[in-house]
């Protein structure tokens, strides 16, 4: 619970009633947990608490409309490409050299 309390804290959050804090204390455990198995497949990326680690799936389709909810086939919109980070990146880079030629 004090990590829950500081995340309030941290994003000014208030709850109008008891039912609605404890629902929301749920949710942000499942928050916890969706970032402990993240963090336990080592996918090169991270994720963490943010402003809407209180919302439930319900909460977040509403704001956005009722989007489709993620699959292996339908990456999330502004999901990080899937780049080879083993992969050594060149000492210098011309953009001139590696762009296509702009007409005037």
């Keep these: ?5 500081s995340y309030l804290s941290t994003h000014g959050k208030m709850y109008n009633t008891e039912e609605e804090f404890m629902r929301r204390y749920g ?18 990326w991270g994720v963490g608490l943010d402003l809407f680690s209180d919302w439930s799936e319900e909460d977040m389709s509403q704001l956005y ?9 339908m990456p999330m919109v502004g999901a990080a490409p899937d780049y080879d980070l083993t992969k050594k990146l060149p000492k210098e880079l011309w953009w001139t050299d590696n762009t296509a030629p702009v007409k005037r």
């Design 27 to 44: 949710n942000f455990q499942n928050s916890l947990r969706h970032i402990e198995q993240h963090d336990h497949q080592e996918k090169g």
């Design 65 to 73: 409309g009722g989007q489709e909810e993620e699959t292996e086939d």
């Design 1 to 5: 619970m004090p990590e829950f309390l």
